[in-house]
């Protein structure tokens, strides 16, 4: 058997055509190149992110400039220093607007200048989008970043924007995440008393077009950290703030340097080089996973050419001979089984041999004349039997028969001035049409309210002024995707068992469909008889049975639904069953929102 064994076979020649080639070419190209790719790649990189760190501080460095700009500008230095009233001093209030508007047309990416006096609580600010506004200080807007551009040895503070994506550096928007900020402490200089705060609100387009130069797209990845190891910028979206990598870059206390990491799932560089703190102390960092270290080397690809085509013709000749000469047998094992496949119960093959194809195909023709002795015993005789059974069932009722029927008495009912009957067989037809296409199960709401209010004009005009109904819902809402025949079922018990003719109550029956916090509630409430506490407790038990049993009893419909919502939706969904305080039964379904479309309709009219 093991000498015979197809398994052996392919263990012996696998290991002959691919570990003697390819191995040894992996051990040679592996220790001739590994070190020297890596300090290869390390010093293209931190000469690469050298050169991004200077041209970051350089653009930080010009708006910086700008914010010192109008110590030259003595009368305005001077209402600084005087805490004009703006209200009635029009030079000062012009000296602050002409400052104020040339520092922001002075660079295109300032959307916002802000200038905060805090002596008097004078409020300074203009944008791209609005005039000059004048305004009391809020004192606790800003507060902690003007307190840390103040105990600043450089007196700034710049506040980073929110968390960027990669796609973001292509797109122009105006949203208050892609902005950051620069603070500045202004000093009267050279005593060391402070006369307010300036703050320019910049878009961040320009600084990531820079970032977007550092790395490579699709093979690299780049970040760019604040201080405290908030990430500011991301090239990959799957990383976030909690990862171990930032916090071990945070320790290591150095302004740059080079990193190797292998957890989690990157294994490669990180090469990082840390900004001046006068430009915000941002850590810039860049990760290559060894795949992209060590992919465009000449040496490593030359090698591995010369080997890998030795390889390939050795695996084609292998493949060749498996092909024709080892698989064989199962090729013909194939062949019948498709031909069972397709009916045919009478296959004959000859042996396939000794090994395991070959005892597989005595199994496989042993196999097959049991089966072909249960079948003409048997199992043929009761398919055949339930087959006749189901065609006459299928015989007693042709829908479309009911449907040209229906339409036949509607169109008589016109024809004989009769509206209201072709009303109701239409509402009937509507009914009989939408429960008898079994090709959907799940169906946008409008269908649902449609097939609902059929229903209920049906009832409507069978008790008269004895019953009354409310159906509303949001047109909104009407592609949401629900189960089918899901409220009719809820309706139709209280007619069963809450709607009582026999006394001159009027019965009421209200139907809402709305959202609430990303759920599509369901409320169906009647003015019934109610449910008994005890009725209660055993239709809640009856919905938790194992949902495998057969469904049975009075409750039948109730459960249905509620398999349903389970199967569909599994725990987002739920069914409550409730009795008013002043009488009858409040129905509860919840269900996740999940929307179609015009196009996810099913057409089967």
Partial sequence: MKKTSIRNKLIVLLLLITIVPFGTSIVITYFYTKESLKDEFVAENVNLLYQGKLNIEGYIGELKNLTLSFYNNIDFMRYMKNNPDFD????????????????????????????????????????????????????????????????????IHIEPMEVLQEENISEKSN??????????????????????????????????????????????????????????????????????????????????????????????????????????????????????????????????????VIGLILVIMATLFVSFKITSPIRVLLQNIKQVENGNMNVQFDSLGNDEIGILGERFKEMIAKINHLINREYKLEIENKTNQLKALQSQLNPHFLYNALQSIGTLALKNNVPQVYTLVTHLSKIMRYGMNIDEDLVPLTKEIDYT???????????????????????????????????????????????????????????????????????????????TETRLNEIYQKLNEDQQSKLSGANIGLRNVYLRLKLYFGEKASLLIENNEDGGTFVTIKLPVETGGPGNESNHN
């Fill in 453 to 531: 209010k059929a229903f209920l004009l049906l009832q409507k005009e069978r008790f008269g002024d004895q019953f009354e109904y409310t159906l509303s819902f949001d047109k909104e809402d009407s592609f949401i995707i629900v189960p089918k025949m899901i409220l009719q079922p809820i309706i139709e018990n209280y007619f069963k068992h809450g709607f009582d003719r026999s006394n001159d109550k009027i019965g009421h029956l209200t139907i809402i469909v709305r959202r609430d916090q990303g759920q599509l509630v369901m409320t169906v409430q009647d003015n019934g008889n109610g449910i």
């Fill in 88 to 155: 009635k001093d029009y030079l000062a209030k012009e000296s602050f607007k002409n400052v104020i508007l040339t520092i922001l047309y002075a660079e295109e990416n300032i959307n916002r200048v802000n200038i905060a006096l805090m002596d008097d609580h004078h409020n300074i600010s203009v944008s791209k989008k609005s005039a000059v506004v004048f305004s009391r200080l809020n004192q606790n807007l800003n507060q902690d970043m003007y307190e840390k551009a103040l105990n600043n040895p450089y007196r």
């Fill in 175 to 308: 949203r208050r995440n892609d902005m950051f900020t620069l603070h500045r402490a202004l000093i009267d200089v050279p005593s060391d008393d402070l006369l307010g705060y300036i703050s320019l609100e910049i878009n961040s387009e320009h600084l990531l077009g820079i970032a977007e130069k550092l790395y490579v797209k699709d093979k690299e990845e780049f970040y760019l950290l604040s201080p405290e190891g908030e990430l500011i910028f991301r090239s990959n979206n799957n990383v976030d703030e909690n990862q171990q990598w930032i916090t071990s870059l945070i320790k290591n206390n150095k302004p740059n340097g080079m990193m190797e990491w292998k957890k989690d799932s990157f294994h490669g560089l990180m090469i990082y080089e840390t900004l001046d703190e006068s430009s915000g102390g941002w850590i810039m960092v860049k990760r290559i996973p060894y795949t992209s270290v060590f992919e465009s080397a000449l040496s490593v690809a030359k090698i591995n050419i010369l080997f890998g």
